[in-house]
């Protein structure tokens, strides 16, 4: 009908934004696998290109989705609080682009007791990812509200396994012989590897005021 | 020339004041243009006014006898009270002033038909109670299908925008169904116009006063309904129109503002006190009881100057 035809076009474009952010998210997570085994080479800066391009694309489709919007598809309160969690979905795809341009740009290598760890927060971030995509699909849909909220109390507790593994490597990485510099510079790597799902748990409570404000 | 002059007034400040209850709230969330509001306002309220304007037109008609120069009296004092009150920034029912000042004239007369006036007070009395309970239950059935439908944000959101639309739609025919008796009533007991024609141009007289002066009064409104959500202003705006159009079957003009403030109330049952103005509404209030007992008093005033 007529009537919904403009935001059938947002619906498919989020769908696209969301694809985007976990395709980005895949991405990163096989690039990391390739770092760890086989170092910074080649196929690893290929993998970061493509992230890139990747996260282009979420952006693009970010700006894409603001742009029907604002061709007022939509309630305008409903426009609002879509940005919103399009704007906190977003920073996943930025993260990942970050974090693997830091690891070519500054040659970064993970030293091997930091491996099966870094493997597991990853691993953990790719589920919060796809729980919080779950989530917006459903606050947007018309999933029932018990279950909007066991996706964001798994997005919660997967954010805390991750810190706490942030914290157990942070802790085996000052405990180890590394020099200070690089210390730091793990640390860093490992607090923007944490920050995933911590965008994950920020997005997660907006969807959750976004799915109480639209109960009536 | 004189009452067609007063009643031109007393139709388009009605149509300023009034349209904002239909429509303010669709305007104030950018549902639709303030340009198309009133547009579609104009439309429906002289429809509304042509199709079922007589019940208020025969009420007021019959209230108390009229003449050429007790139509104008009663015209303008009416149309004084509510220029004098919106200067004053007081909520003033157009309703209330144009029955004020029949009141004021038909008392001068020795002249009342008391009974007409005990349904008219009784309706007034009714108008808010009626739009609390109504809004009470339309948000509460509403409420029971949405959550039975379960509707996607896509499918939800184009429905109550067009929701909103057709009610603003429907409150504006009940507005001019209603409220055309306040000005075109006197003129049709004192055999000026006929009253097809009467009604008629009541409704082209709130249609322009929405036309080119209710863009103050529909902000304000919208801004301050809007706080409420989407849902709970269409419930409001649904309660207003079935009130109002209830009473205009009945044949009694009553207020749409006292009818808004009636549907809000109702929200405030629904989801808590707390979110109403304890201090505006006894402000409201003041407003509306002073509004008659001011319009008869200067059509009492202005009867004495004459027949004096």
Redesign the interface.
Known sequence: MF??NR??V??AKLDDFFTSNIQCLDLFSEAIDHLLKNGIDDVFCEKVASTHKKESKADDVRREIEEVLYR?A?????RRD?LQMVELTDHIANRCESILNQLETQRVMLPEFLHGDIKEEIRISVKCVDALVAAAKG????MAPKKVQELVAAIDAYESECDTLERKMIRAIFKSELELAEKLLLKEIVLQVGGITDHCENAADFLMIFHI??Q? | MLPYLGAVFLGWSLGANDSANTFGTAVG???VSYRNATLLIALFVTIGAYMQGSGGIETLGKLTPQTDHTAVICLFAAAITVAAMTLLKLPVSTSQAAIGSIVGVGLMQKSLDLSRLTKVIVCWIGTPLGAIVICFIIYHV??IV??IW?????????????ALIVCGCYSAYALGANNVANVSAVLISAEILTPIDGRLFGGLAIALGALTFSRGVMTTVGKGIIKL???SSLCCVLSLAITVHIYAVAGVPVSTSQGIIGAVLGIGFVKGLQTVNGRMLVRVLCGWLATPFIAAAIAALLMFLFLN
């Open positions: 009537l919904f935001n059938q947002v619906l007022k939509l309630l305008p309160e409903s879509i606050v947007l849909g018309s404000k639209r009536v | 969330t950018r549902i509403l409420r949405i959550r379960q509707p996607s944000i896509f499918v939800y959101d184009p429905v109550m925008r067009w959500d989407v849902f």
